[in-house]
């Protein structure tokens, strides 16, 4: 089991973070007895690892576990493990990103609004999380749409991840710690300077969830299923996906 453990470790070592920043959905384990017996070969052969959830897969014999923010299929006798995604290719259900959007939102619902930078409209009809940063230029025209998201009653929801050095890390700083946060990003996603300031705030952990939902580049856009849409997308379109994904769940 030597081997095993080296790939298996691995695997997950990039995506787990400090305890106080790992955000996973609530434990919960199979009543299936090959599911308890992954559960013993696992604490067994992987004492230090954390496992979230083990649960049965939709191909019998192979299990569903999630550490982190990872998500990977293995036997009852963790013998076998498989990295990758698990799609019905007769419904076209990709089972794995169903798994990892719940993962998003229980990270995301941790952080908490108060936690990020909002825009609302007077009326809610929706919510959608963005990861951006204040000087890439997709995420600037994303921006450039916001009052076209209000129209539609769409909240958004910022959470940072500056890329780009020092200076990137310490104007974001800057908008959060400004008395009106929402009028600072918007001169700040037009290019202008704003004041310098400094005080406590989250866009470390802003950095740390961005990674842990596996966000690689900005904008990235959370919708409410808990789907990531890496890049831009045009208001237009994302409105329509969104009332789309809403209809399907309501009828």
Not at 33 to 59: H, M, Y
Request: a neutral charge; glycine letters at 6%; hydrophobic letters at 40%.
């Amino acid at each position: 089991m030597g081997l095993f453990r080296v790939v298996f470790s691995s695997v997950f070592s990039r995506f787990l973070l400090p305890l106080s920043l790992v955000v996973v959905v609530t434990p919960a384990f199979s009543a299936d007895d090959g599911a308890n017996t992954l559960k013993k070969a696992l604490a067994k052969n992987l004492p230090n690892i954390e496992i979230s959830q083990i649960s049965e897969s939709a191909i019998p014999g192979l299990y569903q576990v999630i550490v982190g923010a990872q998500v990977v299929y293995m036997d009852k006798n963790a013998r076998y493990m498989i990295d990758g995604d698990l799609v019905d290719l007769s419904t076209r259900e990709n089972h794995t990103e169903k798994a990892k959007s719940t993962i998003r939102l229980a990270a995301i619902n941790a952080l908490g609004e108060a936690n990020m930078l909002v825009y609302t409209p007077k009326k809610v009809d929706h919510t959608i999380t963005v990861v951006t940063d204040i000087d890439c230029p997709y995420c600037r025209r994303l921006h450039s749409e916001m009052d076209e998201y209000m129209k539609n009653n769409v909240k958004v929801r910022y959470i940072f991840m500056p890329l780009k050095g020092k200076s990137d890390f310490e104007t974001t700083v800057s908008v959060w710690c400004a008395k009106d946060r929402n009028n600072a990003l918007d001169l700040a996603k037009s290019g202008a300077d704003i004041e310098a300031l400094s005080c406590d705030n989250p866009i470390q952990d802003h950095l740390a969830l961005a990674r842990q939902i596996g966000v690689g580049g900005t904008p990235a856009i959370i919708l409410e299923s808990g789907e990531l849409l890496p890049g831009y997308v045009p208001v237009a379109k994302l409105v329509q996906e969104i009332n789309k994904q809403h209809a399907a769940l309501t009828n």
